[in-house]
């Protein structure tokens, strides 16, 4: 909470410092915008980085850095015994000072020791608050202070203002390029030590999925079987029949609202039907384990099949519907980026209208719709609450839409669910499993660019 008062206070002294930098680079000006080389609103941003920018940095250098620092003093503290304790210990009894420094639990019930370092703890907080309280606000007048000192008429503030932009960006860029390869990196690790307990082979080749393995060298029972094969199986199952619900829906849905639809029903109907991209997946678990799956059921003991009481076939078609917003979006901005000229062209030609969308519009937005159905496909493939609650857990190897299956996505959850050991295989799996997941969908991401960039086309 006082971290967000800071915050808003120093973005009222950059609203205010922007303000002031406009009216000093009009003063010095003499009120003649063209003399000045920039605009007097860039001599606004440029007092309003220079008090802002500095004063974030630190606020930041100082939540990266502080509770470390704490931690050390209040240890330092501490008597010797307690000091010397392992680490796991140590790290108990700090946390037993904070609740205790924090008012979580009673100080009756604590040492005096422990009663003294929260006291301790509380006082070094307190300093350490009042301190970057009155630094960030220093160096925030210092820093408009400065700006102002240095506008003048022929000073370039645009440039300055436009290279502090295209550094956040960068920074940005960089942030989230390093988070993609932190992400992938820490799975490839843990898949790695998977794959020194079991074969590359077994795994990518099995036909059984069953990871209980023993617990205790004397345990009888669980070696534990690695065949993802079931698992790849399921997640195929239910995905095709996902994209068979999805596609020719949602993409004769964008057909009509762009092509057909008059302007209102246009209106009315887009964002009604983007209304189901923002239902929650578990919404859609629940509609689909309570309504889908019996009704599907009814039905196929109706025609004398045997329906599982959780069928791939009641997840796929949920999650079809579910997918329908993303290939109709993207269809219908695909299709509405083509011009107006080729349609007018090939209604000179004498074309129908029907003709025309089927010989020219979709020709022409066919990269921008194959790049949205593959999107879509590593949307269903990453597809989990669905599955666990409509399709079940039960690793079978079936091409029956009838049957109950699992996903890759669904094993990930289970098997990391609880309290884990990460030195064995079944937990190690989940790693695996999601770094076979990673690469299926980056390899979708990349056919999709690959068929927007070679079959893209461009009209003038």
């Given at each position: ?71 050390k003093i209040v240890v330092s503290g501490l008597p010797d015994a307690a000091a010397a304790l392992p680490k796991p210990q140590l790290d ?211 025609l004398g099949l045997s329906v599982s009481s959780e069928s791939a076939l009641a997840a796929g078609i949920v999650m079809g519907i579910m ?138």
């Open positions: 909470m006082q971290i967000f008062a800071l915050l808003c206070i120093l973005a009222v002294m950059a609203i205010a410092s922007f303000y002031l930098g406009r009216q000093r680079a009009l003063a010095v000006s003499g009120g003649n915008i063209p003399a000045l080389n920039s605009l007097p609103g860039y001599y606004g941003y440029y007092m309003a980085f220079w008090c802002a920018l500095p004063a974030l940095c630190i606020v930041v250098f100082w939540l990266f850095f502080e509770s470390s620092i704490v931690t108990l009894v700090l946390n037993e000072i904070v609740n205790l420094a924090q008012k979580n639990t009673a100080a009756e019930q604590a040492s005096p020791e422990i009663a003294a370092a929260a006291q301790h703890y509380s006082r070094i907080k307190t300093i350490s608050g009042m301190t970057l309280f009155v630094l960030t606000i220093t160096l925030g007048i210092g820093g408009a202070v400065f700006a102002r000192s240095r506008i003048h008429v022929h000073q370039r503030a645009r440039n300055k203002v436009e290279g502090t932009i295209l550094v956040f960006l960068i920074v940005c860029s960089t942030i989230a390029i390093f988070t993609t390869l932190g992400i992938v990196l820490s799975v490839l690790f843990e898949a790695i030590r998977f794959f020194q307990m079991v074969p590359v082979t077994d795994f990518l080749l099995g036909l059984e999925w069953s990871p209980q393995t023993a617990i205790r060298p004397d345990q009888v029972g669980s070696s534990g079987a690695f065949g993802a094969v079931p698992l790849f199986s399921g997640t195929m199952l239910v995905s095709v029949i996902a994209m068979t619900v999805a596609v020719p829906v949602g993409l004769m849905t964008a057909i009509y609202l762009s092509e057909y639809a008059s302007p209102s029903v246009r209106a009315r109907s887009k964002p009604l039907l983007e209304i189901l991209a923002g239902i929650p997946t578990v919404v859609y678990g629940f509609f689909a384990a309570l309504t889908v799956a019996p009704l599907i059921r009814g039905w196929g003991e109706s997918i329908i917003p993303f290939v109709s979006s993207l269809s219908d901005d695909a299709i509405n980026a083509v011009p107006q000229s080729l349609r007018d062209g090939a209604y000179a030609l004498g074309a129908t209208q029907s003709e025309t969308i089927k010989k020219v519009i979709i020709p022409a937005a066919l990269p921008g719709i194959v790049g949205g159905i593959l999107l879509a496909v590593s949307r269903a493939i990453g597809e989990t609450m669905i599955v666990v609650m409509a399709a079940g857990l039960a690793a079978n190897l079936t091409a029956n839409p009838l049957e109950s299956v699992t996903t890759v996505t669904v094993q990930i959850v289970t098997l990391l669910v609880g309290d884990q050991e990460f030195d064995s295989p079944k937990t190690l799996a989940a790693f695996a499993l999601g770094m076979v997941l990673f690469a299926v969908t980056l390899a979708l991401n990349v056919i999709a660019l690959y068929i927007v960039r070679k079959y893209r086309e461009r009209y003038e």
